[in-house]
């Protein structure tokens, strides 16, 4: 028997198919869960999920976050309703007592919490300059001195200048666009490499004066490249001995003397 076949992405008869590829919800729901629990998230954490659509990923921190510690925005409540109805059950929601918020306006203030961790995945690669501005103002007002924002885009060369969220389209921005909203907004942004592409690039903002506690993520670039350096040493070390170059380096430092003495000489 064939498979029922899938709606189109962004299509309103499916919430999985909504918010992208139907055979992806659960991979991009498992990859934001990862890469939050890497970046430390813990289970008396408070997280604000922002265009936490179908829940992709709202359903397992539902189940990891300690009661009443997992918040979300998103403008399509249909979205939150079905996946209540569908992937996590209405049990979960009444033991884990989430809060939601249906505003488009990324009101982070109206919980009144400081949040240790915000997400906002595959919501700038839709959205406008001002949107973009106006999430990254709400998130500064509400996030913990010690919290983090993560976030991804769709890298480009330029930056979107449309009026309107585009959706189901993606649309880029430049590295250093995100970097000045970030700035202005009194965050420090830092790139970050997911476990497995994921088609975005993710990145990682904090407020400036806790930009020590993620120098770690950029010392293991640097670690990264001291590795490599070391291997393509051990590589040289070893071609170096094979008899055929030693012979050749021998001739070669054999040579250069011979015609320093020549020269020496004249
Ligand atoms: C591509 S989906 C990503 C959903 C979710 N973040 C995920 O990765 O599973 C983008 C989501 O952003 C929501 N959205 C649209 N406009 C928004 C706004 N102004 N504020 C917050 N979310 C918005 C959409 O309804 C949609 O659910």
């Known amino acids: 028997m064939k498979p029922p076949k899938a709606h189109a992405i962004g299509s309103r008869k499916d919430y999985r198919a909504f918010i992208g590829g139907v055979d992806r919800y659960d991979f991009m729901g498992a990859l934001q869960f990862n890469v939050l629990t890497t970046l430390g998230l813990r289970a008396h954490h408070r997280l604000l999920d922002i265009g936490c659509g179908s829940l992709r990923v709202g359903r397992l921190l539902m189940m990891y976050l300690n009661p009443s510690c997992y918040y979300g925005i998103e403008p399509e409540k249909w979205l939150i309703d079905e996946a209540i109805e569908h992937e996590c059950g209405r049990d979960l929601v009444k033991l884990k007592q989430p809060t939601f918020s249906y ?152 040579a250069t003397k011979i015609k320093m003495k020549i020269k020496g000489q004249a």
């Open 103 to 254: 505003d488009s306006n990324f009101e982070c203030g109206k919980f009144g919490v400081r949040f240790d961790y915000f997400l906002a995945q595959s919501v700038f690669s839709h959205a406008t300059q001002h949107q973009i501005n106006l999430c990254f103002m709400e998130v500064s007002k509400s996030i913990s001195s010690n919290g983090y924002f993560v976030f991804t885009y769709v890298k480009g060369d330029t930056d979107w200048v449309g009026s309107h969220w585009a959706y189901p389209k993606c649309v880029p921005y430049t590295e250093s666009f995100m970097k000045n909203v970030s700035e202005q907004n009194g965050l420090y942004l830092f790139e970050i490499e997911p476990p497995v592409p994921s088609g975005q690039t993710w990145s990682i903002a904090t407020p400036i004066a806790n930009k020590n506690s993620i120098a770690y993520l950029e010392s293991s670039t640097l670690q990264d490249i001291n590795n490599r350096l070391v291997y393509y040493r051990q590589r040289l070390n070893m071609l170096e001995n094979t008899g055929f170059i030693r012979f050749y380096l021998a001739v070669k430092t054999y």
